[in-house]
Each structure stands twice: as C-alpha cells, then as structure tokens.
C-alpha cells in the first residue's frame, strides 16, 4: 500500500511540472526604446528564435495611453501622454496562435526631462577651503579667477539623478561645494579661468540609472570673464587745471581698452598717447580740472565692454591757486608783515600750508619759511622777521595742497626801512662851500642817498638830490656856519630811513677840511694825544635810538661801532650773540646755514652733500 503511494506522488509532481512547463513560454527579447520624447516614447521587441507569437498584450504603469496597432501581432507600441523625466514600468506578454502565453516581459523606460531652469552666471573674486590634515582643520580664502554657475534645482520635485556642466573653451576646474546648498538653488564654481576670455557654459538634466541615463536638452549661456585690475596709474605732472597720467593694462588675460571713473566729475580725459620713454606704458591728458581740489580716479580695464570687477585707485590733488590780494601790511628795519585770501574753500581732510620763499636784492640767496596753522574763515597774516634793513626783498607765497605746490606763487615786492647813513668825508671851505660824503648804514643796505642842504640861499628853493654810497656831494654856495646843515637819508625803494644831519660848525676834528681852516682848527681844538675816529657820524636824528647806546671806539669800513655791541665781519656789522655769525669774513645765519672749510656757508640741507667739518664758532 505505502509502495503504491509513493507513485501516486511521483506521477503527480511529473504531471504538475510538465503542465508548468508547457504555460512558461520564453519572454519577448531585444527591447528598446527607439523613440523617445518628454511626453511620448516608442519600444520595439522581437520573438524569441524558439517561438513565434502571434500576438502580444502591452500594459504600462503608470497609465497612459498606447497606441495599440491594427496588427496585434507587430512587436512594437507607442506610449504617449506621458510626464517629463518620469520612470515607466512597461509589460509586455506574447500569445501563440493556440492560446499559450510567455512569460511577462518587464521593462523600464524614462522620458526625456525638462531641460534646467533659471541659470545664471556670475564672476567670482575669492573661493573659501577648507584643509583638514590629522584632524585639524584650516580654514582660509583663496583668491581665483573663477565663474559661479547657479540654477534652479528640480531634484526633490522630480526623479532628477544629477546635471551635467560643460564649459567651452574647455579651461579650468569644477568645483563643488560642501556647505549646503541655498534652498531649491544648484551651485557650480569653475576656477582657473583666463580673466577678459568669453566662455561658453552648456548645462543639461539627467535621469534614469548610470548605466543606461537620459538627459534633457542642453541649456546654453555666454559670460566673457571681468577684465584683471590693471598694474599702474600714477599722476606724473599734477598742473592747477590738468594733470598727465601714466597707466598701464593687466598683467595677464585679455584687455581692449581702459575706462575711467572719476569724482567729482570735472574735465574730460583724452586719447592714449605712448609714454616716449617706457613706451610699454600709455599716457592720457585729463584737463579742465579745478585747481586746489582733491580727485578720486578708478581705472577699469575692459574688454569687449565688459568691465572687469575691480579698479586701479588714484587719489590726487590738482596744483592748487596762488593766495589772493597778496599786500604788505606793515614794516619796519628788520621785518616785513604780509596778508593774503585763501584761494580755495578747504575742508577739515585737506592738509594746507603756505610755502613763502624770498630773496633779497642784489645777491639773490633765497629763504624759505612755511606757514601752518590757520583758519580756514579768515585771511592769513604773516610776519617775516631777522630781515635785514634797507635790503629788497621779493616774496614769493606759494600754497601747498595735500603735499602738492602750487606752481603759480603770489608775489610782493618790499622793502625794509633802511637804518641811517654813516659819515665819510666832510670838507668845509673857510666862509663858504661843503663837501660831503657818506658811508653805508651801520647794518643792512643803502641803495640810494637822499642829500639836502636847509635852509635855502638866496631864497632859492633846496631840491633834494640822490646819490650813491662814498659819492662826493659838494655845497660850493652854503655858509659853514651853524646856521646851515646837511641831511641826508638812506632811500630803499622809494622808502626813507632815518636823517642823518651833519652841521659843519659841531663836526668833530676827524674830517677834512681845506688848509686855512684846517690850520685854524689845529690851532683852537686840542687833541689831548689821541686820534679821533675817522668814521665818526656827526648828529643822528634816528627816530628810534637804542638805549644805553654806548660811543663808538672802533671802525668798520667805515663805519663806527663798539666793540662791546657788534663785531666787523667784513663790511658787514654784526650783532653780539645773535643769529649771524662771521665765517672767514662773510656774514650768514646760524639757523639755515653752517661755516665749512675754506670760509664757505652752506644751506644746511648741504650737510649731507659732504661739508666739511664745521669751523668752531665762538
């Protein structure tokens, strides 16, 4: 009985495995997509080579709708209404003329995806990295020429698996980043790029699996790369109304031209012109500035007027203008006062001074002074002291703007009073007739001698006559009695020093006279064994006399003076422990010049010109 059984069972499991056998017929194979859109794709397959189907049954999931042929038969269906970048499930099931079917074929088929959206591109500057060596981390920014590539990211909507990005020429390196993305934005950066080049960018969606992926349509865009900041801009000649600049392209990448910012905006700036002494360099003239102002220039290269995205900066200030209605004020011996209007409304960031430069007539050494501190509401108002009396001077005021002078100074012209004439020969007849001649002044100039003789002869009227210094003046008709007197001023450019007066009757027996009153003289005024001074004035009328003046016991060239007061350095008097000094007999100034070898002074920024070691001075 068990023996029979196991028959049963074994029969049983043959039949079932041959009726199983007979329903699994071989599967459709070979298919594939032939064609394929965003909304429609159409599959082709064939029969197995072992069998033949006369039909076949096409389902797709999810829906949609298929275009079912007259001939069932023919291997191949379109599917349209279809939804961009979505993954089908298609199935596909043969019949044989007597009713048996294969196997289900399962096939899965994407549709093209819509292409990306919203792309953009922009110049980067700088790129944030990040480094990480055994655990530790550094942060810093790098500096490139690089391309920033941003669009709209469709992946959390739709079965989006990546993007490819293309760039033509094909330069650089693409860079992703690791912080995360900006909310339904996508962000490429492509580094190494050639700064002023046009580049091509081409960007396309992909779907489907590695292995077998479908891509959109390309999306293309254009972006020609900024420019590099050009390598110099340099003001080479600052003018009141103008100024020349030397500027020169980038260094790398591509340029056509240079273009100009400038603030405030005045005047115009020309064509380049080749700098004739580095003519790798271009110069351009910009004019029709205003004087005494400060400008802000920025220089962009450019390239197919495309401006690169960072500038050459220059800041300069144009010459300023002269000061206005220069006057003298005031002076006196050995000073000069000078007023002047500021030629420009200043502001609190402007750095302003007043360089004075003077001179004097005829030796023409010039002197500097600096003037700070000051209002700008108000005129300015400047004494020049240490002068030396009777002396020209030419003022020369110049403004200076932000380290920039002027080129064009104000100019006055004055002079210091002169200090009275010196006596250097008198000559008296016995009744009638002087002649007379006088030295230059104790200190400082006498270009001209203003002499007269009062009171009148004759009822004629006295006219003053000039002369120069130790030129005989001779009176051949005044009386040399104490009745008459002659005066005599020193005149410097029109300006009168103190009168000297010189009476015949109170001269001292020091001067000239002719035999028979000369003979007279020796004869009434004794000596007492000493020989008077030559130089000695007669009656000085100066206005303002020092005080305590001590008499004169010793010449000069000429002329008297102490020997406790002053020292003769040459011809010139000299003022006991003032600023002039005496070196090797040519006065100068302790406080701008030094006494070198050989009895030379040197202006003191000499020094460093190889003067010789200075000569003690007591």
């Known amino acids: ?86 993954r089908y499930n298609v199935f596909v099931q043969g019949f044989t003329a007597d009713g048996q079917s294969s196997s289900v074929l399962k096939y899965e088929v994407w549709t093209i995806p819509d292409e990306p959206t919203g792309m953009e591109l922009s110049a980067v500057q700088e790129i944030a990295i990040s480094i990480s060596i055994m655990g530790i981390q550094t942060k810093f920014t790098a500096f490139v020429d690089g391309m920033q590539v941003e669009w709209n990211d469709d992946s959390q909507e739709k079965m989006v698996s990546g993007y490819d990005l293309q760039i033509e020429p094909d330069e650089g390196v693409i860079v992703e980043s690791d912080e995360e993305e900006v909310a339904d934005k996508m962000t490429r950066i492509v580094t190494g790029l050639t700064p002023g080049k046009e580049y091509s960018v081409a960007l396309r969606t992909r779907v489907g699996p590695d292995y077998d992926p479908v891509y959109s349509q390309w999306v293309r865009s254009k972006m020609r790369m900024p420019p590099a900041i050009p390598y110099a801009l340099e003001a080479v000649e600052t003018e009141p109304t103008s100024v020349l600049l030397k500027t020169h392209g980038p260094l790398e990448g591509i340029h056509d031209d240079l273009t100009f910012e400038m603030a405030p905006r005045h005047g115009t700036i020309g064509d380049a012109t080749q700098d004739p002494n580095y003519p790798m360099f271009d110069l351009y003239q910009w004019q029709g500035l205003r004087p005494g102002t400060t400008y802000n220039l920025k220089m962009f290269a450019v390239s197919k007027n495309v401006k690169g995205y960072a500038p050459k900066t220059l800041t300069f200030s144009t010459a300023p203008a002269p000061p206005l209605r220069i006057r003298v004020t005031d002076y006196d011996h050995y000073s000069v006062t000078l007023q002047w209007a500021h030629a420009h409304k200043f502001t609190d960031f402007d750095e302003v001074q007043y360089m004075i430069e003077f001179s ?120 040399t009695d104490g009745r008459y007197s002659v005066h005599a001023r020193c005149v410097s450019l029109n300006v009168e020093g103190p009168e000297l007066v010189v009476t015949p009757e109170t001269a001292p027996g020091d001067v000239e006279e002719d035999d028979a009153k000369s003979e007279r003289r020796k004869n009434d005024t004794p000596t007492n064994g000493k020989r008077p001074l030559l130089c000695a004035s007669l009656v000085s009328t100066n206005p303002n006399p020092k005080p305590d003046s001590i008499a004169p016991n010793a010449c000069c060239n000429l002329r008297p003076y102490n020997t406790a007061e002053r020292e003769c350095c040459g011809n010139a008097l000299l003022e006991k422990e003032g600023d002039r000094l005496c070196c090797d007999d040519k006065p100068y100034n302790k406080r701008f010049f030094m006494c070198c070898a050989e009895g030379e002074a040197r202006f003191l920024r000499s020094r460093r010109e190889g003067c010789a070691v200075p000569t003690p001075i007591p």
Request: glycine share 6%.
């Open 1 to 86: 009985m068990k023996n029979k059984m196991k028959i049963f069972v074994t029969i049983f499991i043959i039949c079932l495995a041959s009726m199983v056998y007979a329903d699994s017929l071989p599967k459709p194979e070979r298919i594939r997509v032939s064609q394929r859109t965003k909304t429609s794709f159409k599959i082709n397959w064939r029969s197995p080579i072992t069998q033949e189907y006369t039909r076949y049954t096409v389902k797709i999931s999810p829906e949609a709708v298929i275009s079912e042929p007259a001939n069932l038969g023919e291997s191949s269906r379109t599917f349209t209404e279809l939804e961009p970048g979505e």
């Open 360 to 479: 004097s007539t005829p030796d023409g050494k010039t002197q500097f002074a600096s003037v700070k501190n000051f209002k700008f509401d108000s005129q300015v108002v400047v004494q020049i002291q240490k002068l030396i009396p009777g002396t020209i001077y030419n003022f020369r005021v110049f403004t200076v703007l932000n380290g920039v002078k002027g080129a064009v100074p104000a100019e006055v012209e004055q002079t210091t009073i002169p200090l009275e004439p010196t006596l250097m020969k008198l000559i008296t007849g016995r009744d009638t007739g002087i002649k007379v001649a006088f030295g230059p002044p104790i200190e400082g100039g006498c270009p001209q001698v203003k002499v007269f003789y009062s009171p009148s002869v004759s009822g004629e009227k006295v006219t003053p006559k000039y002369y120069k210094l130790g030129e005989t003046v001779e009176y051949s008709d005044v009386p």
